[in-house]
Protein backbone atom coordinates (compact mmCIF):
# COMPACT_ATOMS: atom_id res chain seq x y z
CA UNK A 1 0.00 0.00 0.00
CA UNK A 2 3.08 2.15 1.20
CA UNK A 3 4.19 1.64 -2.64
CA UNK A 4 1.35 2.57 -4.14
CA UNK A 5 0.79 6.19 -2.19
CA UNK A 6 4.60 6.27 -3.16
CA UNK A 7 3.91 6.38 -7.05
CA UNK A 8 1.10 8.32 -6.89
CA UNK A 9 2.91 11.12 -4.93
CA UNK A 10 5.55 10.93 -7.95
CA UNK A 11 2.82 11.43 -10.24
CA UNK A 12 2.13 14.70 -8.54
CA UNK A 13 5.66 16.21 -7.91
CA UNK A 14 7.01 17.00 -11.60
CA UNK A 15 3.55 18.66 -11.84
CA UNK A 16 4.27 20.92 -8.97
CA UNK A 17 7.83 21.48 -9.87
CA UNK A 18 7.09 22.73 -13.10
CA UNK A 19 4.06 25.13 -11.95
CA UNK A 20 6.52 26.31 -10.16
CA UNK A 21 9.22 27.01 -13.04
CA UNK A 22 6.60 28.78 -14.70
CA UNK A 23 5.46 31.15 -12.08
CA UNK A 24 9.15 32.15 -11.85
CA UNK A 25 9.49 32.67 -15.80
CA UNK A 26 6.03 34.76 -15.87
CA UNK A 27 6.95 36.71 -13.35
CA UNK A 28 10.53 37.76 -15.32
CA UNK A 29 7.73 38.13 -18.44
CA UNK A 30 5.82 40.85 -16.28
CA UNK A 31 8.93 42.81 -14.97
CA UNK A 32 9.77 43.66 -18.40
CA UNK A 33 6.57 45.60 -18.80
CA UNK A 34 7.63 48.40 -16.25
CA UNK A 35 10.27 49.96 -17.78
CA UNK A 36 7.54 51.37 -20.11
CA UNK A 37 5.62 53.10 -17.89
CA UNK A 38 5.23 56.60 -18.26
CA UNK A 39 3.11 59.42 -17.37
CA UNK A 40 2.12 61.23 -20.25
CA UNK A 41 -1.71 61.40 -21.23
CA UNK A 42 -2.55 59.25 -23.94
CA UNK A 43 -4.31 59.61 -26.79
CA UNK A 44 -7.92 58.74 -27.84
CA UNK A 45 -7.01 55.50 -29.53
CA UNK A 46 -4.83 54.27 -26.94
CA UNK A 47 -7.71 55.28 -24.11
CA UNK A 48 -10.15 53.60 -26.13
CA UNK A 49 -8.07 50.47 -26.08
CA UNK A 50 -7.44 50.39 -22.54
CA UNK A 51 -10.99 51.16 -21.88
CA UNK A 52 -11.62 47.68 -23.94
CA UNK A 53 -8.84 45.62 -22.11
CA UNK A 54 -11.08 46.22 -18.69
CA UNK A 55 -14.38 45.28 -20.42
CA UNK A 56 -12.36 42.49 -21.71
CA UNK A 57 -11.40 41.47 -17.91
CA UNK A 58 -14.52 42.02 -16.66
CA UNK A 59 -16.49 39.71 -18.90
CA UNK A 60 -13.50 36.93 -18.40
CA UNK A 61 -13.83 36.99 -14.83
CA UNK A 62 -18.07 36.62 -15.36
CA UNK A 63 -17.35 33.74 -17.46
CA UNK A 64 -15.10 32.20 -14.93
CA UNK A 65 -17.24 32.58 -12.44
CA UNK A 66 -19.72 30.85 -13.48
CA UNK A 67 -17.55 28.33 -14.42
CA UNK A 68 -16.51 28.02 -10.98
CA UNK A 69 -20.33 27.29 -10.28
CA UNK A 70 -20.54 24.25 -12.56
CA UNK A 71 -17.27 23.11 -11.47
CA UNK A 72 -18.49 22.90 -7.39
CA UNK A 73 -21.39 20.78 -9.39
CA UNK A 74 -18.32 18.33 -10.78
CA UNK A 75 -16.50 18.34 -7.54
CA UNK A 76 -19.56 17.02 -5.65
CA UNK A 77 -19.85 13.69 -8.89
CA UNK A 78 -16.46 13.24 -8.50
CA UNK A 79 -16.60 12.95 -4.48
CA UNK A 80 -19.36 10.42 -5.07
CA UNK A 81 -17.20 8.22 -7.56
CA UNK A 82 -14.36 8.25 -5.11
CA UNK A 83 -15.80 5.91 -2.99
CA UNK A 84 -15.13 2.77 -4.87
CA UNK A 85 -11.74 3.14 -3.70
CA UNK A 86 -12.07 1.31 -0.18
CA UNK A 87 -8.46 2.93 0.93
CA UNK A 88 -8.93 6.18 2.83
CA UNK A 89 -5.79 7.49 2.25
CA UNK A 90 -5.50 6.92 -1.35
CA UNK A 91 -8.86 8.39 -1.84
CA UNK A 92 -7.76 11.24 0.18
CA UNK A 93 -4.33 11.43 -2.08
CA UNK A 94 -6.41 11.66 -5.62
CA UNK A 95 -8.89 13.82 -4.42
CA UNK A 96 -6.45 16.63 -3.25
CA UNK A 97 -4.45 15.94 -6.69
CA UNK A 98 -7.62 16.50 -8.33
CA UNK A 99 -8.05 20.16 -6.49
CA UNK A 100 -4.67 20.81 -6.84
CA UNK A 101 -4.97 20.35 -10.38
CA UNK A 102 -7.74 22.85 -10.48
CA UNK A 103 -6.23 25.66 -8.16
CA UNK A 104 -2.98 25.37 -10.29
CA UNK A 105 -5.01 25.75 -13.36
CA UNK A 106 -6.85 28.90 -12.01
CA UNK A 107 -3.45 30.62 -10.24
CA UNK A 108 -1.96 30.46 -13.58
CA UNK A 109 -4.49 31.36 -16.24
CA UNK A 110 -4.82 34.17 -13.61
CA UNK A 111 -1.30 35.06 -13.82
CA UNK A 112 -1.10 34.65 -17.70
CA UNK A 113 -4.10 37.17 -18.24
CA UNK A 114 -2.41 39.57 -15.79
CA UNK A 115 0.74 39.42 -17.57
CA UNK A 116 -0.72 39.83 -21.18
CA UNK A 117 -3.02 42.81 -19.69
CA UNK A 118 0.62 44.89 -18.53
CA UNK A 119 1.92 43.67 -22.29
CA UNK A 120 -0.95 45.37 -23.99
CA UNK A 121 -0.55 48.23 -22.04
CA UNK A 122 3.08 48.33 -22.88
CA UNK A 123 1.94 48.19 -26.66
CA UNK A 124 -0.46 50.94 -26.66
CA UNK A 125 2.10 53.21 -25.26
CA UNK A 126 4.55 52.00 -28.22
CA UNK A 127 1.95 52.54 -30.38
CA UNK A 128 1.12 56.51 -29.20
CA UNK A 129 5.06 57.02 -29.27
CA UNK A 130 5.03 55.16 -32.75
CA UNK A 131 2.19 57.62 -34.28
CA UNK A 132 4.18 60.85 -32.44
CA UNK A 133 7.17 59.49 -34.16
CA UNK A 134 4.82 59.82 -37.73
CA UNK A 135 3.37 62.95 -37.17
CA UNK A 136 6.75 64.17 -36.93
CA UNK A 137 7.65 62.65 -40.19
CA UNK A 138 9.80 59.97 -39.13
CA UNK A 139 9.19 56.75 -41.20
CA UNK A 140 7.53 54.27 -38.85
CA UNK A 141 6.47 51.69 -41.36
CA UNK A 142 9.14 48.84 -38.98
CA UNK A 143 7.29 49.93 -36.06
CA UNK A 144 4.22 49.38 -37.10
CA UNK A 145 4.43 46.10 -38.68
CA UNK A 146 6.07 44.92 -35.43
CA UNK A 147 3.03 46.21 -33.49
CA UNK A 148 0.72 44.52 -35.45
CA UNK A 149 2.87 41.37 -35.13
CA UNK A 150 2.63 42.06 -31.17
CA UNK A 151 -1.20 42.68 -31.46
CA UNK A 152 -1.55 39.56 -32.75
CA UNK A 153 0.71 37.29 -30.75
CA UNK A 154 -0.91 38.94 -27.74
CA UNK A 155 -4.78 38.28 -29.03
CA UNK A 156 -3.57 34.57 -30.29
CA UNK A 157 -1.77 34.76 -26.31
CA UNK A 158 -5.65 36.05 -24.67
CA UNK A 159 -7.62 33.50 -26.59
CA UNK A 160 -5.25 30.27 -25.44
CA UNK A 161 -5.42 31.32 -21.93
CA UNK A 162 -9.17 31.72 -21.48
CA UNK A 163 -9.46 28.50 -23.37
CA UNK A 164 -7.33 26.86 -21.17
CA UNK A 165 -9.05 28.93 -17.97
CA UNK A 166 -12.42 26.99 -18.86
CA UNK A 167 -11.03 23.51 -19.04
CA UNK A 168 -11.78 20.90 -16.43
CA UNK A 169 -9.59 17.84 -16.07
CA UNK A 170 -11.43 14.71 -14.45
CA UNK A 171 -9.28 11.78 -13.17
CA UNK A 172 -11.71 8.75 -13.88
CA UNK A 173 -12.63 6.22 -11.33
CA UNK A 174 -13.68 3.61 -12.67
CA UNK A 175 -11.50 1.01 -10.77
CA UNK A 176 -8.56 0.94 -7.90
CA UNK A 177 -5.80 -0.85 -10.48
CA UNK A 178 -6.84 1.87 -13.24
CA UNK A 179 -6.66 4.70 -11.00
CA UNK A 180 -2.63 5.50 -10.97
CA UNK A 181 -2.97 5.43 -14.89
CA UNK A 182 -5.65 7.09 -15.17
CA UNK A 183 -4.05 10.11 -12.32
CA UNK A 184 -0.73 9.47 -14.37
CA UNK A 185 -2.80 10.55 -18.09
CA UNK A 186 -4.64 13.69 -16.48
CA UNK A 187 -1.40 15.24 -14.76
CA UNK A 188 0.67 14.87 -18.38
CA UNK A 189 -2.18 16.40 -19.88
CA UNK A 190 -2.48 19.31 -17.84
CA UNK A 191 1.48 19.79 -17.78
CA UNK A 192 1.19 19.64 -21.49
CA UNK A 193 -1.44 22.28 -21.57
CA UNK A 194 -0.25 24.61 -19.23
CA UNK A 195 3.47 24.27 -21.47
CA UNK A 196 1.11 25.12 -24.52
CA UNK A 197 -0.21 28.24 -22.94
CA UNK A 198 2.85 29.66 -21.33
CA UNK A 199 4.64 29.34 -24.45
CA UNK A 200 1.81 31.43 -25.99
CA UNK A 201 2.56 34.45 -23.66
CA UNK A 202 6.41 34.03 -23.71
CA UNK A 203 5.74 34.23 -27.88
CA UNK A 204 3.78 37.83 -26.77
CA UNK A 205 6.53 38.84 -24.68
CA UNK A 206 8.80 38.39 -27.53
CA UNK A 207 7.04 39.97 -30.00
CA UNK A 208 6.08 43.29 -27.82
CA UNK A 209 10.13 43.47 -27.21
CA UNK A 210 10.43 43.45 -30.87
CA UNK A 211 8.18 46.59 -31.25
CA UNK A 212 10.34 48.30 -28.62
CA UNK A 213 13.38 47.28 -30.48
CA UNK A 214 11.75 49.24 -33.60
CA UNK A 215 10.26 52.23 -31.43
CA UNK A 216 13.98 52.81 -30.42
CA UNK A 217 15.06 52.77 -33.71
CA UNK A 218 12.55 55.36 -34.92
CA UNK A 219 12.57 57.34 -31.96
CA UNK A 220 16.44 57.96 -32.87
CA UNK A 221 15.79 58.60 -36.46
CA UNK A 222 13.02 61.12 -34.63
CA UNK A 223 15.69 63.22 -32.57
CA UNK A 224 17.87 63.97 -36.29
CA UNK A 225 14.92 65.39 -37.70
CA UNK A 226 14.45 67.14 -34.29
CA UNK A 227 18.29 68.23 -34.51
CA UNK A 228 18.24 69.45 -38.32
Known amino acids: MRVKLLLLVLII ?10 GAETTSVAGTTDSASTTRKPL ?5 K ?3 IIKNRQETRTILKDKREELKDKKVEFREKLQIIRDEKKRSMVEGIDEKISRM ?17 VLNKITEKA ?12 VDSAIVAAKTA ?11 GLKTYSIEVVSETALKRNV ?3 VS ?4 DLKDVHKAVVDAKQAVQKAEMELAKVRGEQKEVGDK
Open 131 to 142: QIAKSKGVDSSM
Open 50 to 52: REM
Open 44 to 48: PLIQE
Open 105 to 121: NSTHTARFSTVLEKLEM
Open 189 to 192: MFRK
Open 184 to 186: GSV
Open 154 to 164: IDAAKAAVTAQ
Open 13 to 22: LPLFLFTVSV
